[in-house]
């Protein structure tokens, strides 16, 4: 990364001071071995545990380093913030542990579930207004309200007392470390974890490789470093809620240009498999966020071999109801489920035909929408058809074809996908 200087670092002291104050508020997570990937990997590949805190992510240590430094007329006149979970739970908790009054500001689409565990973190001492369609509406208006009432804001990431207690992660994984580290993969959203966590390796480990790692749709880091200046996208994909966002924060682009070995981006569908693979075979239940460090690793497989490899995980709120569009990615990804306009004979059997004749003995239908016409030869229908290897598609298409039912292929045709499944 270019060699450039901040007005901003973390200081070590800093950082230690922040780890003395959360002593009795977070949990020192656990740096576990991991069999499975170490194996496929032929690395030593750890995880940072980050998913285990009390708020099932790291966000609780940024919070309450930076409310634990308000003065007492800040503590009196209360706090405000805007987030669409992780952060939300952190400042809740943080709220109760210090009694400090906030105003949270959500956008009107989270899960309810989401919004229970804020609620039950910071129980009286907190108030969640829901507000807009997304984070950047709960932001412009936890904005106004601070401007109104000069409460304190709690931001998620462009805070230095946020990034010196996110950076706590970093100082942990130091010292729990039983061989120095060759490489760390961390999430990156808004840069507050990998700002800090990156510094305390420069000053501590510099040999150690910092990678960061983001979703394809929402590359603003890493479009971010490329123009060489913070960067703001006009567009993101916010299916890694824990990790969209459409500017990164002035201080954490500062340091992260600077620090990180490299940046890179993970498409979606690729972190839905890494999700449904830790949880079968690991019993690990991450967040879309959380399963980003790991899916980056096939991306550095021949430069990890036989190093000491640090995936941190950064949180584990996943929503159960987003399970089925996790599996749909996931299996879009792969190759394996695909989406056809199907054109049927408007006579008896045609359907029979479809499925004893054409699909092959291992492919299962696991989409149908179809209305009989009565005016045409066709009617046409869309069928989703899941495969269990990437070599049946072409024999399907093939048969499809010869029998005249291909009306037309929808996985490679975004708009018209999106808008007949």
């Not at 009196?76 to 739970?89: E, P």
């Not at 269990?388 to 024999?395: A, C, H, V």
Request: hydrophobic share 35%; proline share 4%; glycine share 6%.
């Amino acid at each position: 990364m270019k060699d450039t200087q901040t007005t901003y670092f973390p200081t070590l002291e800093a950082v230690i001071a922040a780890a003395d104050k959360l002593k009795s508020v977070v949990n020192q997570t656990p740096l576990t071995s991991n069999l499975y990937y170490s194996k496929l990997y032929g690395s030593n590949i750890l995880f940072k545990r980050e998913d285990l805190q009390m708020v099932r992510s790291y966000k609780i240590r940024g919070a309450y380093n930076k409310m634990a430094s308000l003065s007492q007329s800040e503590v009196k006149n209360g706090v405000v913030c805007a987030s669409a979970g992780n952060h939300a739970q952190g400042v809740a908790l943080s709220c109760k542990l210090l009694k400090i009054h906030g105003t949270i500001y959500m956008p009107s689409p989270t899960p309810n579930q989401k919004i229970e565990q804020v609620k039950m973190f910071g129980e009286d001492y907190i108030n969640v207004v829901l507000e807009g369609d997304t984070f950047d509406d709960s932001y412009y208006a936890a904005m106004c309200e601070q401007q109104e009432t000069g409460k304190a804001f709690i931001h998620p990431f462009n805070d230095e007392k946020v990034i010196e207690g996110q950076a706590t992660v970093g100082w942990e994984l130091f010292n729990q470390a039983p061989k120095p580290i060759d490489y760390v993969f961390v999430p990156v959203g808004g840069g507050g974890l990998a700002s800090g966590l990156s510094t305390i390796f420069k000053q501590l480990s510099p040999n150690t490789k910092i990678i960061g790692v983001e979703p394809t749709g929402a590359p603003s880091m890493s479009t971010s470093i490329k123009n060489d200046e913070n960067t703001e996208l006009e567009h993101i994909e916010n299916f890694v809620d824990g990790a969209a966002v459409k500017k990164v924060g002035d201080k954490t682009f500062d340091i992260c240009k600077q620090n990180l070995d490299d940046m890179i981006t993970i498409p979606e569908g690729k972190i839905c498999q890494t999700i449904l693979e830790l949880y079968n075979k690991e019993a690990i239940v991450v967040e879309p966020a959380g399963a980003l460090s790991i899916a980056a690793l096939d991306v550095f497989a021949e430069d990890i071999k036989g190093k000491n490899v640090v995936c941190v995980i950064s949180g584990s709120n996943n929503d159960i109801t987003r399970t089925a569009e996790i599996k749909e990615r996931a299996l879009l990804y792969s190759n394996l489920k695909h989406y056809f306009i199907v054109k049927f004979p408007q006579r008896a059997g045609a359907l029979k035909e479809f499925v004893v004749d054409i699909l092959g003995p291992n492919d299962d239908i696991a989409h149908f929408e179809y209305t009989k016409k009565s005016n045409r030869d066709t009617g046409s229908a869309v069928v989703g058809i899941e495969l269990k290897s990437q070599e049946d598609l072409e024999p399907l298409i093939t048969k499809m074809k010869n029998r005249n039912f291909y009306g037309d292929y929808l996985n490679n045709k975004p708009d018209l996908f999106q808008f007949l499944v």
